[in-house]
């Protein structure tokens, strides 16, 4: 009974779950940053789809900058869903993630975010300030993960490979060199997995 009772009330919450815009379609994702990501700004990334150092899979793009507390920018139009706390000792304000859904089928969490300027329930468009990067040991960190519904299932994607022509002449500094791309343990080649998946929280 209480199994069926907490079904129920899933449900419900799914269906009251805010949609915005109203569509089904996968947005063309924009990516914006205030100056380079190259070699003089960036420490490191972390790419998606290798093997973090615990044998997990890496399902999120992670930058590493030389300076913190840049402005991290909303990539489509939707609704944030849910902000989850953090405990960081270097940044009291820092938030683990923030979930914000675009349409039906896309959800975009953006992690490690210092000084949240949005609340749960906010539409926000292309654009909007979401936050700041946060302050990690003696450098700026910031990490986007793309999830996407098809069917049933729920999959994180490399959102490069969704982003407009802008978003990818800026990124492609960043994404293509391998210079930059460490602290993994590549097991699983970069770029062999082209989606992986995940748990349906939020979709």
């Known amino acids: 009974m209480k199994f069926v009772i907490y079904c129920v009330?899933?449900?419900?919450?799914?269906?009251?779950?805010?949609?915005?815009?109203?569509?089904?379609?996968?947005?063309?994702?924009?990516?914006?940053?205030?100056?380079?990501?190259n070699e003089s700004n960036i420490i490191g990334m972390g790419p998606f789809g290798v093997t973090e150092s615990n044998d997990e899979i890496a399902t999120e793009l992670e930058i590493h900058t030389k300076k913190w507390h840049?402005?991290?920018?909303?990539?489509?139009?939707?609704?944030?869903?849910?902000?989850?706390?953090?405990?960081?000792?270097?940044?009291?304000?820092t938030v683990e993630g923030v979930w914000i859904k675009h349409g039906h089928n896309v959800l975009l969490k953006y992690v490690h975010v210092y000084n949240v300027s949005v609340e749960e329930g906010d539409i926000i468009h292309v654009?909007?300030?979401?936050?700041?990067t946060t302050k990690f040991r003696d450098y700026g960190f910031f990490e986007v993960e793309l999830r996407i519904k098809d069917g049933d299932k729920v999959y994180a994607y490399p959102f490069y490979d969704y982003c407009d022509s802008d978003c990818k002449e800026l990124l492609a500094p960043l994404w293509y060199n391998k210079d930059l791309q460490?602290?993994?343990?590549?097991?699983?080649?970069?770029?062999?997995?082209?989606?992986?998946?995940?748990?349906?929280?939020?979709?």
């Open 9 to 37: 009330i899933l449900l419900l919450l799914t269906a009251c779950t805010p949609v915005y815009p109203e569509t089904t379609e996968i947005p063309e994702l924009r990516f914006i940053w205030d100056y380079p990501l």
């Open 70 to 93: 840049d402005p991290i920018y909303a990539m489509a139009s939707g609704v944030v869903l849910e902000i989850q706390e953090e405990k960081n000792p270097q940044e009291k304000n």
């Open 127 to 132: 654009g909007d300030v979401i936050g700041y």
């Open 182 to 203: 460490y602290g993994r343990n590549l097991k699983i080649p970069w770029k062999v997995i082209d989606r992986y998946e995940v748990n349906s929280h939020l979709m």
